[in-house]
Nanobody, 128 residues
């Protein structure tokens, strides 16, 4: 069983930065292959993945966040991170971390259906 808990959300002005954290149950970091990702869901829109990292550290980003957001993990702390720079009002959303503790999702980190475990989310609000 994989449990995920996000934190670090808040309200910032456009151009500001935030760092989100996602503490995962130990299990996810002990399997040989896994994928973890960050999703966002704005009001009235579907939840979509925009950043992903695999067990070997390989990262993937969707075009809207490439160059602004950075995903990384600290296996010793069982934690996934997301640094968000140059935030825009359109980044306002609920942010979720997700995990797939199998090799099934390798190379498919930006595919929403890859993931089968989710956190509760943390709200990010960017004002203009």
């Amino acid at each position: 069983q994989v449990q995920l808990m996000e934190s670090g959300g808040g309200s910032v002005q456009a151009g500001g930065s935030l760092t989100l954290s996602c503490v995962a149950s130990v299990y996810i970091f002990t399997v040989f292959y896994y994928s973890m990702g960050w999703f966002c869901q704005a009001p009235g829109k579907e939840r979509e993945v925009f950043a992903a990292i695999e067990s070997d550290g390989r990262t993937r980003y969707s075009d809207p966040v490439k160059g602004r957001f950075t995903i990384w993990k600290d296996s010793a702390k069982n934690t996934l991170y997301l640094k968000m720079n140059s935030l825009k009002p359109e980044d306002t959303a609920m942010y979720y971390c997700a995990a797939d503790p199998t090799r099934r999702g390798l190379g498919l980190g930006l595919l929403s259906s890859t993931y089968n475990y989710w956190g509760q989310g943390t709200q990010v609000t960017v004002s203009s």
